[in-house]
């Protein structure tokens, strides 16, 4: 499978993103997908996952009900909107697939190259 993120940017604290990753392959829907984040100075940490399927979604803590993952299985897109955007949200957005939405990067298969997401002032 190969991932592509796109939609990083930057923008004003309390804005919004919606960030798109597309995949190629025929199982899209057979597996789930994530995004994770990189702040700078820190280790890439899990934001959000989305099962396979229908797909149950999970959060981080953090996100506060802030963020929401959606997947279009016929796309083969998944997606992030974030809404109400904190500095601390600064960082690189990866998304990745594997078999089940769990948190450690090292269970994921594939991962996309990033997106940068600045958030300031």
């Known amino acids: 499978v190969q991932l592509q993120a796109s939609g990083g940017g930057s923008v004003r604290p309390g804005g919004s993103l919606r960030l798109s990753c597309s995949a190629s392959?025929?199982?899209?829907?057979?597996?789930?997908l994530a995004w994770f984040r990189r702040a700078p100075g820190k280790d890439r940490e899990f934001v959000t996952g989305?099962?396979?399927?229908?797909?149950?979604?999970y959060y981080a803590a953090f996100v506060r009900g802030r963020f929401t993952i959606s997947r279009d299985n016929a796309k083969k897109i998944v997606y992030l909107l974030m809404t109400s955007l904190e500095p601390e949200d600064t960082a690189v957005y990866y998304c990745?697939?594997?078999?089940?939405?769990?948190?450690?990067?090292?269970?994921?298969?594939?991962w996309g190259q990033g997106t940068l997401v600045t958030v300031s002032s």
């Open positions: 990745a697939t594997g078999p089940l939405v769990v948190v450690r990067p090292q269970e994921y298969d594939s």
């Open positions: 392959g025929s199982t899209f829907s057979s597996y789930a």
């Open positions: 989305i099962g396979p399927g229908a797909g149950t979604t």
